[in-house]
């Protein structure tokens, strides 16, 4: 991932991490991906990661990427609460995202979102 946030031909990413216990580190780890300039279009599939609060919160700063338009971000199945959530939810006011997508599914805890 280091690499890939430097790459000024990165338009397009789909990574398919599915149950591969990235916890909040993880998820950090690809927020670094706002650092993609060329980045467009990114669909993460994190469903069953482990991910919390704090990996949630690390993921909404995708929207600072310069480029990106769309976004797609699969965390169902994972331990976000409501801090998590609220985070979440203001990726809808990114003004440079014209396409987002959050499948957030069901949760391991904290049930009630609001």
Do not use: M
């Amino acid at each position: 991932l280091a690499s890939l946030k430097h790459s000024s031909a990165l338009q397009t990413l789909h990574l398919n991490l599915t149950a591969n216990i990235l916890r909040d580190a993880g998820a950090q780890a690809l927020a670094s991906l706002k650092q993609a300039p060329t980045l467009h279009t990114l669909r993460l599939d994190l469903c069953g990661n482990i991910i919390g609060d704090a990996g949630a919160q690390a993921l909404v700063s995708l929207r600072e990427a310069p480029s990106l338009h769309t976004l797609s971000l699969d965390l169902s199945h994972n331990y976000w609460g409501h801090a998590g959530a609220w985070a979440l939810n203001t990726l809808q006011q990114a003004p440079s995202i014209r396409n987002l997508h959050l499948q957030l599914g069901l949760k391991t805890r904290s049930q009630d979102l609001f």
